[in-house]
């Protein structure tokens, strides 16, 4: 596009991880799915849309487990979150690559460098950012053992 590359990612019926090669149906999805409502920096940045519930969506960001997904899980971490379900979305993927994807978030939550950018993506006071990461190292460490 105007000499640019572009590129896009078609979504043909599922979901499927390049990294572990898992696939979710959107039928899945939208049973593990509820409308919300979605506020952004202001009320008025504000839209009702079909959201996956949380325990789906750290399953998802679980599959690939860049540095922006763990951010994304440790904050999703920040409420109630079924382990059960999130074992059971799991279930699905090849068991070493998952455990591999939990070992790297440990580490991750455990690396005093990586404490600048986990708080600045989501403006998290000292206090928050300790209680998110004690919550989920309890989760991911119940995870590893279930899986194990």
Known sequence: MNGLSVSADLLVNMVQSRQTNSAYSFGYLFKNSEIRNIIGYSQDLAVRARVADREMLIALKANSMRL????????????????????????????????????????TIEDPKQKDSIKGVFELSDKIYERVISKTEEIFTKLEEVLS
């Open 68 to 107: 922006p997904d763990q951010r994304d899980i440790i904050a999703l971490c920040n409420g109630e979150v079924n382990v059960k379900k999130i074992v059971k979305h799991l279930k699905r993927c090849p068991k070493d690559v998952i455990k591999g994807s939990i070992s790297k978030l440990l580490a």
